[in-house]
Each structure stands twice: as C-alpha cells, then as structure tokens.
C-alpha cells in the first residue's frame, strides 16, 4: 500500500511537473515536447527519487496508441492521397536507408558488431517532427511540406517496427531471408491496416447511429487501446492498425457526431495526447 501510495503520489507531481511546462512554453514560444524532453534530463539527476520502472509493455500497449490515434484522427484522407506516393517513400525506403546508414556509421565508429548496430539503426530511423511541423506552422511553409512530414511520421513507425523485427530475427537466428524478410514485411503491414480500417469503419458505423457524447468517445478509447492489442495479438502491425483506424475513424466518424460530441471527443483527445506525451 505504502508503495502504490509513493508511486501514485509521484505520478501526481510529474504531472504538475507537465502542466507548468505548458504554462512556460505559452510564453518562450517553444514546443510542448523539445520542453518536455529539457525537463526530462534535468529530471534525470533524480533518478533515486523516481521509482517509476517503464516497462516495453507500458510504453507500447499505454502510451504509444493514444498519440498515434490522436494524429491519425486529424489527418484529412484527402490530402493524404494527393501526396501518398512521397509519404510511403520516405516511411519505407527512407526508413530503410535510414537504417543501414546509421547502423553502417555506428558499426565503423564502434565496437558493435554490424547486426548490432543494424538494431540500433532501426530503433532510432522513426523520428518524430513535432519541432519541425510547428517550426513549419509558425513560419506559414507550404501545406503541402506540412502534410508529407506529418504524413511520413504516422508511417514511419510501423516500417521501423517491422524491420527492427526482422533485423532482430536475424541477429538472434543467424539467418537472413531477402525474400522473407520482404514477405513478412508486407504481411505485418497489410494485417495490421486490414484490422484497423475493419475495426475503424465499424466503430464510425456504431457512432453514426448513437448520440451520446460519453459513449461516442468512449467508443473511440476502445478503438484506439482495442485495435493495438488485437493487431498485436495476431502478429500484425498495431502500430499501423491504430494509424488506419485513427485515419478512417477521424474522416467519416465525425459525420455522425453532434456539434456538442465533435468538441468532447476532439479535446479529449488532445488532451489524452498531451497526457501520454507528458
């Protein structure tokens, strides 16, 4: 009891800790998360105090679904199609490159061995371009420019989960397969969006026909958890799954809210965006 206590009560000061850092940045004009991340390392030198363990499972299965969602369910299908060609090519081979060339540069200035660095390749080749996306806001750049890098980011981390995987396969079992390396690759992909627009499609189906504004967004909490975790249980790509179902749910599912849902759902999911990223 005494440690749940301790745990929760440490919880509740990073969260203080989050709401100041957003109070900050309103007048230094700095994004939410290159603040956050400054934070984070002066937190770090306290290490002792913060008894927190994240674990794999609570990052991907807690964390990392809420903020895929969030950005997949302002994405316009539209615009998303018009620049679909240079989206996947820098979330796929520019992911791929990205790679080989970090890991090739780490096994040359390092000790590691080339498999080695390959996953530390992969872990590293998804970024996140908040900064340069708000940088991009702030000085009025193309929203077409916007829309490829925002695009390329919601992919990006299913292409490096995928071949993080298969690297990793490789490394423990000795043997590379191009072929089945490539076939898993777009197995995992294909199953992982199949799942999320089948789950997506439904869920808008079931908000279209309810006007309740509790349920309707909680119907979109279960969508965004929910798709993860069945992805993940066949073996497919949850991170994509959620990216479908954020996408298709953000596009058609609105059409069947009521103005009073359309804010509650939207600010609830800024908010639990701003939840996880904190």
Do not use: C
């Not at 940088?135 to 990006?156: C, D, H, Q, V, Y």
């Not at 809210?257 to 904190?278: D, G, H």
């Amino acid at each position: 009891m005494n440690e749940f206590l301790q745990t929760e009560t440490i919880i509740i000061e990073l969260l203080v800790v989050a709401s100041l850092v957003a109070i900050v940045i309103q007048r230094i004009r700095l994004p939410y998360t290159v603040a956050l991340v400054l934070v984070g390392l002066g937190l770090s030198f306290f290490q002792d105090m913060l008894t927190i363990e994240l674990t794999e499972e609570l990052i991907l299965a807690l964390f990392l679904p809420p903020l895929l969602f969030e950005a997949a369910f302002h994405v316009e299908v539209k615009e998303l199609r018009q620049n679909l060609t240079p989206i996947l090519l820098l979330a796929i081979f520019g992911v791929i490159i990205s790679t080989f060339v970090v890991g090739g540069l780490v096994a040359w200035g390092t000790s590691l061995t080339l498999s080695t660095a390959l996953i530390f390749g992969a872990l590293i080749a998804a970024t996140d371009p908040v900064a340069v996306v708000a940088m991009f806001r702030a000085l009025g750049a193309p929203k077409k420019l916007t829309t490829i890098i925002e695009g390329e980011s919601l992919f990006n981390d299913g292409s490096a989960v995928v071949i993080f995987n298969i690297i990793l396969g490789a490394a423990l079992t000795g043997e590379f397969s191009l072929a089945e390396g490539l076939l898993e690759f777009v197995e995992v992909s294909l199953g992982g969006l199949l799942i999320g627009l089948s789950l997506g499609w439904l869920t808008a189906q079931i908000i279209r026909r309810v006007d309740n504004y509790l349920a309707e967004t909680t119907l979109t909490a279960a969508l965004a958890f929910g798709t993860f975790l069945i992805a993940e249980h066949f073996h497919v790509s949850g991170v994509l799954a959620v990216v479908a179902a954020g996408i298709l749910n953000g596009n058609i599912g609105p059409e069947g809210m009521s103005p009073t849902t359309k804010i509650v759902v939207f600010n609830f999911w800024e908010y639990l965006a701003f939840l996880a990223n904190s």
